[in-house]
């Protein structure tokens, strides 16, 4: 496992956080990746492992994208035809790409059951 001090990258930052991230023990469970090198079965404070968070945060937000495309689709009859997309919504396209792009499509395996 690589620590962050090798990276370089947490001295960039002022006191008192290289500290924090240089810390395998401290550092914030968001920002493990941007300052370590983990296996995917590293457990974070969270407990869960890295690959978990992984899965339960692609699939959270495809669910959030899809709340937010069922809002978009409630008011574009409220928008005059000049207001409204002529080609599919970006909300619909990054729907119909969740599934090809996501941990198991990166051939990480299945999602782990909750």
Not at 7 to 17: K, N
Request: hydrophobic share 40%.
């Amino acid at each position: 496992m690589r620590e962050a001090a090798a990276l370089a990258v947490p001295g960039q930052y002022p006191p008192p956080w290289p500290e924090v991230y240089e810390s395998l023990d401290r550092y914030p469970d968001e920002l493990l990746l941007f300052f370590h090198h983990v296996p995917y079965g590293h457990v974070l404070r969270s407990g869960t492992t890295v690959i978990q968070h992984i899965y339960d945060t692609h699939f959270a937000g495809v669910t959030e994208v899809a709340a937010m495309r069922r809002r978009w689709q409630r008011l574009v009859g409220l928008l005059d035809r000049a207001g409204r997309p002529r080609s599919p919504h970006p909300l619909t396209v990054a729907l119909t790409a969740a599934p090809r792009t996501g941990p198991v499509a990166a051939g990480h395996g299945p999602p782990v059951p909750r």
